[in-house]
């Protein structure tokens, strides 16, 4: 049945009508307890703590528990205790969904088909233990003799944007020396810009892909492996030089790739789930083992408190909550993530991936339509950039856009004030998204200004605000591994409890297909001497000119 058809549902679209006539500021004059009660605290181990403040939401307490009970009717947490269990509830793909299982830092086993595939997830890590503190060290060298310097992790989506994100998150952590590059778009552009000013001989690569057949990741490794070839000359030294993390061994051996040189997972990690995987070498390399594992830690931290929390304490479930409230029944179609963090400055380019491909889904997981919206447009840029460029709509524009603000009270570079007016402006940005300003305010402003009555009225109209414009408010002590690995998988979390609620898988992601389909029919026309296939008017057209334009037609 679709959740919009649950009595729950029509509750709690009478709970929004009620809503629409109060103010998010009359919550507040009402409630001096209101923080107290719509915020939480998620211990993290030697990290501190992380808060969420949703006091700014447009909810009350009545509002919270009929969000509790629509994750009951919906059976949110049967769903979870599914996934954690190992059953197959990826069903388009008939895969188990055990990401978490890649960060199980407990003695429990996880079982797929029977099989605990805890002894195969440590034997991974121990593997990439070892490479990553060979490299590090200098005791895994060139063809030549000489150190690694360089580390290129080859790979697109789920196999790049992960471990992009949490490489650049976790720059202080990073080892002198020793840098990673991460090249994804089939664009020659980025290959050749990034081994421009590299050396074949101090450069590893790894080649990251689940299924090892993605188009742009082998088009770049072949690339890649001609550079390396072009120094290197003898193909026996490809070894030392190019390693695969992969699903697909069959493919990592037809690529050349030796089995020794292969860094495993298994089908029951997505894509987009997989930077915990050995999908996270380039992280492992970059920032060490042991660092790692403290972001296996901070993830499976948020693991157990998902699987064990009680629901009004359980963090991603409430989260998950809330967005459904915003853009199911808010209509709020976009969602921006706004760290005011900089080493963050990938993390809304990660969590679009995440978000986006999992629950931007029309149809449920039986084939039937949602009969309510998909899971909203992603996007972010870190604080206080963000401010100058889109911000103007998310405060005075007739689409509203809920936002989650993400800060560290204290900063890895302490530099002057800078850290203070970081955190100045984001405290302000979720006060005027909530208070926003009257005109009758405005005009106050405006009140020992000498200009005529009709332009203040007017300036005042322009200057004011609506304000009750929703966001959450997540405060950490500093940004260290383990406090990342706890907010990418609250993220994880949270898009799991939308894709519940609404009955969609959030694990498969057939709307990526057609347009691969279509590029492989396209790519032989592009080729001399071949003509435009059958096609509409305008895709031949510009088939043709695009022959025309690079000289394939006469
Ligand atoms: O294009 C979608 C996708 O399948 C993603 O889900 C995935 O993360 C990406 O391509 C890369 O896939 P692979 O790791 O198999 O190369």
């Known amino acids: 049945?679709?959740?919009?058809?649950?009595?729950?549902?029509?509750?709690?679209?009478?709970?929004?009508?009620?809503?629409?006539?109060?103010?998010?500021?009359?919550?507040?004059?009402?409630?001096?307890?209101?923080?107290?009660?719509?915020?939480?605290?998620?211990?993290?181990?030697?990290?501190?703590?992380?808060?969420?403040?949703?006091?700014?939401q447009r909810i009350d307490e009545g509002t919270l528990s009929l969000l509790l009970e629509l994750a009951q009717d919906a059976c949110v947490l049967e769903h979870r205790d599914r996934m954690f269990a190992g059953e197959r509830i990826n069903t388009t793909e008939d895969r188990a969904v055990l990401h978490t299982a890649l960060?199980?830092?407990?003695?429990?086993?996880?079982?797929?088909?029977?099989?605990?595939?805890?002894?195969?997830?440590?034997?991974?890590?121990?593997?990439?233990?070892?490479?990553?503190?060979?490299?590090?060290?200098?005791?895994?060298?060139?063809?030549?003799?000489?150190?690694?310097?360089?580390?290129?992790?080859?790979?697109?989506?789920?196999?790049?944007?992960?471990?992009?994100?949490?490489?650049?998150?976790?720059?202080p952590f990073t080892q002198e020396g020793l840098r990673t590059h991460f090249v994804s778009n089939v664009d020659g552009t980025h290959l050749h810009e990034t081994l421009r000013g590299l050396d074949p001989e101090t450069t590893l690569f790894l080649v990251a892909s689940k299924t090892f057949t993605t188009?742009?990741?082998?088009?770049?490794?072949?690339?890649?492996?001609?550079?390396?070839?072009?120094?290197?000359?003898?193909?026996?030294?490809?070894?030392?030089?190019?390693?695969?993390?992969s699903t697909n061994e069959q493919e990592v051996t037809a690529f050349g790739i030796a089995k020794e040189n292969m860094f495993v997972f298994w089908d029951?990690?997505?894509?987009?789930?997989?930077?915990?995987?050995?999908?996270?070498?380039?992280?492992?390399?970059?920032?060490?083992?042991?660092?790692?594992?403290?972001?296996?830690?901070?993830?499976?931290?948020?693991?157990?408190?998902f699987r064990t929390a009680a629901p009004a304490e359980n963090l991603p479930l409430l989260l998950g909550l809330i967005g459904i409230w915003n853009a199911n029944f808010w209509d709020i179609g976009a969602h921006a993530v706004l760290p005011y963090d900089q080493y963050l400055h990938r993390f809304a380019a990660y969590l679009q991936q995440a978000d986006m491909e999992s629950n931007g889904k029309g149809l449920r997981a039986d084939g039937d339509s949602l009969g309510t919206d998909s899971g909203p447009v992603l996007f972010g840029e870190p604080g206080t950039n963000g401010q100058h460029a889109f911000y103007q709509l998310i405060h005075q524009g007739t689409r509203l856009v809920s936002c989650d603000f993400l800060v560290a009270a204290n900063t890895h570079n302490p530099l002057g004030r800078h850290h203070t007016l970081l955190l100045s402006n984001v405290l302000a940005q979720a006060e005027a998204l909530m208070r926003g300003k009257t005109e009758a305010e405005a005009l106050v402003e405006l009140a020992n200004t000498s200009m005529?009555?009709?332009?203040?009225?007017?300036?005042?109209?322009?200057?004011?605000?609506?304000?009750?414009?929703?966001?959450?408010?997540f405060l950490?002590?500093?940004?260290?591994?383990?406090?990342?690995?706890?907010?990418?998988?609250?993220?994880?979390?949270?898009i799991f409890v939308m894709g519940s609620v609404l009955g969609l898988n959030s694990f498969d992601q057939w709307g990526v297909e057609l347009g691969k389909q279509l590029a492989n029919k396209i790519l032989p026309e592009l080729e001399a001497g071949a003509k435009a296939g059958a096609h509409d008017g305008s895709t031949t057209a510009l088939i043709e000119e695009v022959r025309v334009r690079r000289g394939l037609t006469q």
């Open 215 to 245: 188009q742009e990741t082998l088009e770049n490794a072949r690339s890649a492996r001609e550079w390396f070839l072009g120094r290197a000359k003898e193909e026996r030294h490809v070894a030392k030089h190019f390693f695969a993390l």
């Open 452 to 473: 005529p009555d009709e332009r203040k009225a007017l300036l005042a109209k322009q200057k004011s605000f609506t304000g009750n414009r929703p966001s959450n408010f």
């Open 103 to 171: 960060r199980n830092r407990s003695e429990r086993p996880v079982h797929v088909d029977g099989e605990d595939v805890m002894p195969l997830v440590r034997q991974a890590l121990a593997h990439m233990r070892e490479a990553s503190e060979a490299i590090r060290s200098g005791a895994h060298t060139g063809f030549s003799g000489k150190r690694i310097t360089d580390v290129v992790n080859i790979g697109i989506g789920g196999s790049d944007l992960g471990p992009v994100m949490v490489v650049e998150a976790l720059a």
């Open 1 to 56: 049945m679709r959740v919009t058809e649950l009595p729950i549902w029509a509750r709690l679209e009478n709970a929004k009508s009620a809503a629409e006539a109060v103010s998010m500021r009359s919550l507040f004059e009402r409630d001096s307890a209101r923080f107290e009660r719509f915020s939480r605290r998620l211990a993290l181990g030697p990290s501190g703590s992380l808060l969420l403040d949703f006091s700014k």
């Open 476 to 494: 950490y002590d500093k940004l260290d591994p383990r406090t990342l690995g706890a907010l990418i998988a609250l993220y994880e979390h949270r």
């Open 268 to 305: 029951w990690v997505g894509g987009r789930y997989s930077l915990w995987s050995s999908i996270g070498l380039s992280i492992a390399i970059a920032i060490g083992m042991d660092a790692f594992e403290q972001l296996l830690e901070g993830a499976h931290l948020v693991d157990e408190h």
